[in-house]
């Protein structure tokens, strides 16, 4: 059995959840591992991130999400609302700020020590839901889903930009 890993960056735009389209990065990682058959298992290392598997959708709205992105947003919010207040949320705790504030990059997670960067307890609750993985089929060398099938990855985490690492395992013969 062979096992080929990609890594792939992403940048996500913060203010609303950003959704990319994957797939393209999925499909070339394919390829390039030789692999015919097998399985491609898809991570998001992010603890406010998913991957999800879904139907490409041609309608957008004005921010540039797919119909059934902005309609996923909207039941989402109904069940977790959008952290927009200390009191919310239990998380993060006032040790959590603590140990953040500790850090020796603590700038990345606080810029200009603002605790509300850290006001996120929605993000992590949306991407617990959702999960970190999708396992696919490899087939005859090729991503074995239905002409209308997409692979998302999407950061929940609105307090700010960021780059994002997605891993990418192909393992078969």
């Given at each position: 059995m062979?096992?080929?890993?990609?890594?792939?960056?992403l940048n996500s735009h913060g203010t609303t959840p950003t959704y990319l389209d994957i797939t393209p990065q999925v499909k070339e990682a394919i390829k390039n591992s030789g692999i015919k058959s097998g399985t491609c298992t898809v991570i998001s290392p992010h603890t406010t991130c998913s991957v999800f598997f879904e139907e490409f959708v041609h309608d957008y709205n004005e921010a540039g999400d797919e119909f059934l992105q902005e309609d996923l947003?909207?039941?989402?919010?109904?069940?977790?609302?959008?952290?927009?207040?200390?009191?919310?949320?239990?998380?993060?705790?006032?040790?959590?700020?603590?140990?953040?504030?500790?850090?020796?990059?603590?700038?990345?997670?606080?810029p200009d020590g603002d605790r509300k960067a850290l006001w996120?307890?929605?993000?992590?609750?949306?991407?617990t839901l959702l999960g970190s993985s999708q396992v696919f089929d490899v087939e005859d060398g090729k991503l074995g889903v239905g002409s209308t099938g997409y692979v998302y990855f999407v950061d929940f985490d609105r307090t700010r930009a960021r780059t994002r690492k997605c891993k990418i395992i192909v393992m078969g013969e």
């Open positions: 062979t096992v080929y890993k990609e890594q792939i960056s947003n909207n039941v989402l919010e109904k069940i977790i609302p959008n952290q927009d207040s200390k009191d919310l949320y239990i998380y993060p705790g006032e040790k959590h700020y603590e140990a953040v504030e500790a850090w020796p990059n603590a700038a990345e997670y606080l996120n307890c929605d993000a992590h609750l949306k991407a």
